[in-house]
């Protein structure tokens, strides 16, 4: 992770076994999402440690695993659907 403002690595590790096949990062509101095909994460802003929001078990197609939209509102796939994620509710 980088500090936007010193342009600074204030943050980095190796999230590979917990993201398999790739994965996709977003941030929103100050916060740090992730996706892989198996779960959708939030980092914790001071001590990085990682919450599981919600089970996916996706069948992907390809990249990103999750979108988030002008509104802030998340989405991803879960089996073969569509899924509208409401972070605020996690």
């Avoid at 990062?25 to 095909?37: E, I, K, Q, T, W």
């Avoid at 440690?49 to 939209?69: E, K, M, S």
Wanted: with cysteine; glycine share 6%.
């Amino acid at each position: 992770m980088i500090d936007l403002h010193t342009r600074k690595v204030i943050h980095s590790a190796n999230h590979g076994p917990v993201v398999p096949n790739y994965g996709t990062l977003l941030a929103d509101r100050g916060y740090v999402y992730g996706a892989s095909s198996s779960d959708f994460v939030r980092y914790d802003r001071k001590t990085f440690a990682r919450t599981d929001l919600v089970a996916l078990d996706a069948d992907w197609y390809g990249i990103p695993r999750a979108a988030v939209d002008e509104r802030g509102r998340f989405y991803a796939i879960r089996d073969r659907n569509l899924i509208r994620i409401d972070v605020s509710r996690c």
